[in-house]
């Protein structure tokens, strides 16, 4: 799937910092964030991505993001 590879990639990217659904869904134009949610629950388990109630590094809002795990 080549969304999961590109929010992967993204994830990975911001490494340390965490970024949101919403702000995954901007910036990778993909539509609508219940397939983002789908998607990082998924690469959490086999890719070292958590997630976890915290600060968007991009939008600055605290809510449920993703980081790439150090």
Not at 6 to 32: K, M, T, W
Request: contains cysteine; charged residues 25%.
């Amino acid at each position: 799937m080549h969304a999961l590879d590109n929010i992967r990639a993204l994830i990975s990217r911001l490494q340390p910092e965490a970024i949101c659904d919403q702000c995954i869904v901007e910036r990778l134009g993909l539509a609508p964030d219940v397939v983002v949610e789908q998607a990082v629950r998924q690469l959490s388990g086999t890719c070292g991505i958590e997630r976890r109630r915290g600060t968007c590094a991009l939008c600055e809002s605290e809510k449920i993001v993703s980081r790439q795990k150090s």
